[in-house]
């Protein structure tokens, strides 16, 4: 087990947003204490943010819940909104532990980054994380841009890596504007895999509903969607295998502050990031976000038995 200990930049964000402007719309915020409102300022209390979209919550559950089981204090302040914000809290100890995606984590810190692979993006978080912050173990699991095709498609192209499209005539492709000017889209795609001649298509919904009929009715070939997003699943679709690491890294992993990563809490999400993966993210968002709209802490429970964990 390699904790990374941290002693490089001591900047912090400028930004004066505060947590309880924005957190203060999350339902539970007050009924998920486990210690009282002053429990978060207690050395053995440990509080957990999380961001304000649903994947981010689950995890939050998993790892207070992980934790709880080991005999740690937990305190939950979720849904607290965007990086920025959770960021600030951290750094003004408000909370002391949020699940992080380790790409989008470094170009914060360093927006001059130029790690890609899981391996080089760890390295890098080592000089970039400010001082007083640490990260764990980080897990199989990524949620991050990915290209997708139907099922057919693939069988039909004989489809199985983004380096496999350079055989493919007339190549449409369908994602966010930005993806046609940014490292890991359009150029990346002719730097890294030399395909070129791509028909672009704008499709300003992140890899949802437009994004998929798009794909489903043949109007792209391929698609640009969150490798975590239940469509995926729901629809058999196809993520190719990017061997090159064009798309950066986007590994689940635990950013804490380092005055609360003792060895009892650093063993209990270390074992939760050993055991979590992607598939294991498609599952629980297509549980959260489908019919039975199963809640983030009911999830988080039944995945940690199910791994043994608690």
């Known amino acids: 087990m390699t904790i990374r200990k941290i002693a490089a930049l001591a900047a912090a964000t400028t930004l004066g947003l505060s947590l309880a ?11 998920s204490s486990s210690g009282g409102s002053d429990s978060s300022s207690a050395s053995d209390t440990i509080t957990i ?3 304000a979209f649903p994947e981010n919550e689950i995890l939050a559950e998993i790892y ?3 934790l ?5 204090k937990v305190e939950k302040k979720l849904n607290i909104g965007a990086r920025e914000v959770y960021i600030k809290a951290l750094q003004n100890g408000e909370i002391d532990l949020v699940p992080e995606y380790s790409g989008n984590l470094l170009t914060y810190f360093d927006p001059e980054a130029t790690a890609t692979s899981s391996e080089d993006v760890d390295d890098a978080l080592d000089e970039a994380l400010p001082e007083g912050l640490e990260v764990l173990d980080a897990s199989a699991a990524e949620d991050k841009d990915s290209l997708n095709v139907t099922s057919e498609f693939a069988q039909a192209n004989n489809l199985k890596t983004i380096a496999d499209l350079k055989n493919v005539d007339n190549l449409k492709l369908g994602a966010n504007p930005e993806f046609k ?15 070129t001649g791509v028909e672009f298509t704008s499709l300003s919904d992140g890899g949802g509903p437009a994004t998929l009929k798009a794909l489903l009715d043949g ?3 391929v698609a640009d969607i969150y490798s975590t997003t239940p469509s995926i699943v729901e629809n058999d679709l196809v993520t ?3 061997p090159e690491s064009m798309i950066a890294a986007q590994n689940v992993l635990p950013l804490i502050s380092d005055k609360k990563s003792s060895d009892t809490v650093e063993e209990a999400l270390d074992a939760i990031s050993a055991q979590l993966t992607t598939q294991d993210l498609l599952d629980l968002n297509g549980k959260n976000q489908g019919d039975d709209k199963t809640a983030p802490d009911v999830l988080a429970k039944q995945w940690l038995t199910d791994k043994g964990l608690i």
């Open 181 to 195: 000017t940014r490292s890991y889209g359009i150029p990346g795609l002719e730097k890294v895999y030399g395909i």
């Open 240 to 242: 190719l295998e990017d």
């Open 21 to 31: 402007a924005c957190g203060s719309g999350d339902p539970t915020d007050s009924s």
């Open 64 to 66: 207070a819940q992980g």
């Open 68 to 72: 709880e089981a080991k005999g740690v």
């Open 219 to 221: 109007k792209v070939d």
């Open 49 to 51: 943010g999380s961001a």
